[in-house]
């Protein structure tokens, strides 16, 4: 606690004030907290003085709150440009990031438990600078960081607003920021070490060397490339919902199943249901093989019944046999940008609505998937590929479009692979236009990139079709197929082989 207090009066924060008439102060409170390292480690005893936050006016105490942070998927492509340039990642934190945000509206806050000046116990702290919990504090953060970035000669994607670069003739330095938590990459150590006594002389800050443990994510750097996986992660899921000896299973979903919102049994837990549920999707970051079976149960968070919470409990026992898990970006490459587009056909009890399913690779490295029920029914497998594919295109000319930004490369069309030859002939052809004439103009959209030589669309057979994963479950020979073949790889066989060389 008094290191927090010296934080903050270091920093300048705030200055003690009468509390001028027509104002009102707002409490603040300690919240305390154990930092732990991905073995569960403790490395830290914390403790944050917070505003309540709850109790700002909007339009009064203050104005816009919001501020940018990277997409997962961006620090997946940062991290498979690395890989594949043979780039160190670095990562920094900044110590109590949020005082440094200066604040424009005028904040008056009560002095805190336990540091109450003495003979000055009527007195406020007017704010100069954000405190956490204020409504307004990120945005002051990022207002403050982006100043300095820039400063230093950094340029802001204008495709990823969390993404700054800086690009000369003989280098290139990368950085991501999320809130307080910043990577550094470029092809030249020594421009990664001078940007970091940059930032230090800016900010305080803590140098955490090459990147390791970033949101929960188990970063695994070596020189044949960077492996991504979650594991203290899927324990911690498993140790929440009490299933830490139970038994395994191979694959997360029974392809048979099939759940309606009016299900089996009586309702159970929807909080227990809800917190699973948001665990399970944090996870789905580094693994594809789960993100159609936890999309499928997302369905049911309103009135989950015991038949929706034993679909759950079989994603989990298959996490227990899955915990290392992950993927592997490797080094090399062509740098170009190959997506897959799948979708399945009614399936939806209900509604009988479609799933798409999309991966991207860049340099055959997954960045990003997606598996997403479609918003209109379908009335045929072409229509429902069609409308998957459009869906595919809108994330490739953002890739395309990102990557080219970051690298200063000309860029290329991007190729999608579709297992629909029918779909593919609707993309191509206006003639078929008479049997398409119902589909929702927004998804004519792909034409118009085909007709641009933005997108270049193909055929790819079913067997490898490597978005098939992520649009229905499957049987599990071809699950352990697709599985494989999109990229996802245990990594506990890897270590102990490794463990057994040095050996």
């Known amino acids: 606690m008094k290191s927090e207090i010296e934080s903050i009066e270091r920093n300048k924060t705030w200055s003690l004030v009468q509390l001028p008439a027509g104002h009102k102060a707002i409490g603040l409170k300690w919240v305390f907290k154990l930092k732990k390292d991905m073995d569960g480690n403790i490395t830290k005893h914390k403790a944050r003085l917070v505003v309540k936050g709850y109790a700002q006016r909007k339009g009064v105490d203050f104005g816009d709150v919001f501020a940018p942070v990277a997409r997962m998927e961006t620090i997946r492509l940062l991290l498979a440009m690395a890989a594949s340039g043979g780039w160190l990642v670095h990562h920094l934190d900044v110590k109590s990031a949020f005082l440094n945000g200066e604040l424009s509206e005028e904040v008056y806050v009560s002095q805190p438990d336990g540091f109450v000046i003495k003979g000055k116990e009527n007195h406020v702290y007017k704010l100069n ?13 990022n207002a403050k960081l982006d100043k300095v970035l820039k400063e230093l000669g950094f340029v802001r994607c204008k495709h990823e607003q969390a993404v700054y670069f800086i690009q000369k003739l003989d280098s290139l330095l990368i950085v991501g920021v999320y809130v307080d938590d910043i990577i550094v990459t470029g092809p030249k150590e020594k421009d990664i070490g001078i940007f970091k006594s940059k930032m230090k002389s800016a900010f305080d800050m803590s140098d955490l060397g090459q990147l390791s443990y970033y949101l929960g994510i188990e ?65 789905i970051h580094t693994r594809p093989d789960i993100s159609y079976s936890v999309g499928v149960v997302s369905r049911f968070m309103e009135k ?36 897959y587009s799948d979708s399945s056909f009614g399936t939806d009890l209900v509604d009988r609505r479609g799933t798409t399913g999309t991966v991207f690779y860049l340099s055959d490295n997954l960045i990003t998937w997606s598996s997403q029920k ?23 000319l953002w890739l395309r479009n990102l990557v080219n930004e970051l690298t200063g490369k000309k860029a290329e069309c991007v190729k999608i692979l579709v297992d629909n030859e029918g779909s593919i002939a609707l993309m191509k052809n206006p003639v078929f236009h008479g ?17 641009r030589d933005l997108i270049i669309v193909e055929h790819v057979s079913g067997d490898l079709q490597k978005a098939d994963l992520l649009t229905k479950a499957l049987p ?24 057994e060389n040095v050996g």
């Open 476 to 499: 599990l020979i071809k699950f352990t197929e697709m599985k494989m073949l999109v990229g996802v790889e245990d990594f506990e066989k890897t270590s102990s082989h490794q463990g």
């Open 219 to 283: 970063v695994d750097q070596q020189k044949t490339g960077i492996i991504l996986k979650q594991s203290a992660y899927a324990k911690k899921i498993l140790k929440l919902a009490g299933m830490t000896e139970c038994n395994s299973s191979k694959f997360p979903m029974h392809h048979k199943l099939k759940l309606t919102k009016e299900g089996e049994g009586k309702e159970v837990d929807p909080t227990l249901y809800r917190r699973l549920i948001g665990s399970l999707r944090y996870l």
């Open 129 to 141: 600078k954000a405190l956490y919990g204020l409504r307004q504090a990120p945005r002051a953060w």
């Open 374 to 396: 479609q918003r209109t029914v379908a009335l045929s497998s072409c229509e429902a590929e069609f409308m998957a594919a459009t869906e595919a295109a809108c994330q490739a």
């Open 304 to 339: 989950p019944k015991e038949n929706h919470l034993l679909a759950v409990k079989h994603i989990l026992r298959y996490i227990k046999g899955s915990v290392h898990y992950g993927l592997k970006y490797r080094s090399g490459g062509d740098g170009k940008l190959l997506g």
């Open 435 to 451: 049997r398409s004439k119902h589909i929702d103009t927004k998804f004519h959209f792909i034409r118009e990139c085909v007709d």
